[in-house]
């Protein structure tokens, strides 16, 4: 019985092939990466340039607009003091903004990370 030719045949040297296409994927991942990160400084450069427009006094509405809507907001009533309010955006692993409010007025603003 004659042998069978299989209908592709194998490259000379398969781990050769097999090395080059894991070489390209790498490098294609890493330059996808690097646009992320890429994206992700100038996003938070925005971002820091909006909160460097935030000053104390200013109203809630003010700061939205800047800012946008915050992924978080705690609030309290104090007798004495009024309403304090806390909003907070993250922006990223250990790294956000929160705002202070004292009766809908900015009276602190912190940038973390």
Excluded at 2 to 28: F, H, K, M, Y
Excluded at 71 to 83: M, V
Excluded at 105 to 110: L, T
Aim: charged share 25%; with cysteine.
């Amino acid at each position: 019985m004659p042998e069978r030719v299989p209908d592709e045949l194998p490259d000379e040297n398969p781990i050769a092939s097999i090395a080059q296409a894991v070489g390209q994927a790498w490098q294609q991942a890493k330059a996808e990466v690097a646009e992320q990160e890429k994206a992700q400084v100038a996003a938070l450069k925005e971002k820091k340039r909006a909160y460097d427009k935030i000053k104390i006094g200013m109203w809630r509405m003010t700061v939205r607009n800047i800012l946008g809507e915050p992924d978080s907001k705690t609030e309290s009533e104090i007798q004495g003091l009024g309403k304090l309010e806390m909003w907070s955006w993250s922006l990223g692993f250990m790294t956000g903004i929160s705002v202070h409010f004292e009766n809908g007025c900015v009276s602190s603003k912190d940038w973390i990370g």
